[in-house]
T-cell receptor, first 114, second 118 residues
Framework: AQSVTQPDIHITVSEGASLELRCNYS??????LFWYVQSPGQGLQLLLK??????LVQGIKGFEAEFKRSQSSFNLRKPSVHWSDAAEYFC????????????FGQGTELSVKP | GAGVSQSPRYKVAKRGQDVALRCDPISGHVSLFWYQQALGQGPEFLTY????????KSGLPSDRFFAERPEGSVSTLKIQRTQQEDSAVYLC????????????????FGPGTRLTVL
């Protein structure tokens, strides 16, 4: 079955500390992987994506993610968290080709302590 | 450079009422998706259009849900005889097919419509 698991429902980090959000997927074909961020009352904003090439991808707002095929993981990282990073983060997987639905994890809520 | 827009942003309906939710995709985007996001959950796929053709409606939860995109741009998601379990945020996303045979699936999301059924 195709699925995405985000094991951490809620994470709290101190401002300036590093962050890692976990994502594991199960997908039958070559996955196209995404991380989205959702602030309250807002839609989903794409942080970064990966399909092929270098397994460490850089995104917006200082985020990066590393694809590990052997572990079926696509973890999101940021070296130093800012208070404005507090939001809900979603990992998603889908096909590369046009028209394929995305399968989302249930999300990780990030809180940032001053 | 307008993004995906959705209206209304908030909708309150009494159980049994019909509702219609509108999505304006990014100009030129041929693919359009609807997702349902329940409280505390990730979005779940409802249906997909390529231009005016509805190619996948496998995620629609019941025959009370109906979507259309008659001219290949604006789309409407209609829910008939709403039930309390229909309360959710309904997200629309669009994506486009690049030139020279490029085909990829980066989806751009609208702000969503929050539906509350009383």
């Amino acid at each position: 079955a195709q699925s995405v698991t985000q094991p951490d429902i809620h994470i709290t980090v101190s401002e300036g500390a590093s962050l890692e959000l976990r994502c594991n997927y199960s997908y039958g074909a070559t996955p196209y992987l995404f991380w989205y961020v959702q602030s309250p009352g807002q839609g989903l904003q794409l942080l970064l994506k990966y399909f092929s090439g270098d397994t460490l991808v850089q995104g917006i707002k200082g985020f990066e993610a590393e694809f590990k095929r052997s572990q079926s993981s696509f973890n999101l990282r940021k070296p130093s968290v800012h208070w404005s990073d507090a939001a809900e983060y979603f990992c998603a997987v889908g096909p590369y080709n046009q028209g394929g639905k995305l399968i989302f994890g249930q999300g990780t809520e990030l809180s940032v302590k001053p | 450079g307008a993004g995906v827009s959705q209206s209304p942003r908030y909708k309150v309906a009494k159980r049994g009422q019909d509702v219609a939710l509108r999505c304006d995709p990014i100009s030129g985007h041929v693919s359009l998706f609807w997702y349902q996001q329940a409280l505390g959950q990730g979005p779940e796929f409802l249906t997909y259009f390529q231009n005016e053709a509805q190619l996948d409606k496998s995620g629609l939860p019941s025959d009370r849900f109906f979507a259309e995109r008659p001219e290949g741009s604006v789309s409407t998601l209609k829910i008939q005889r709403t039930q309390q379990e229909d309360s959710a945020v309904y997200l629309c996303a669009s994506s486009f097919k690049g030139g020279s045979g490029t085909s990829y699936n980066e989806q751009f999301f609208g702000p969503g419509t929050r539906l509350t059924v009383l």
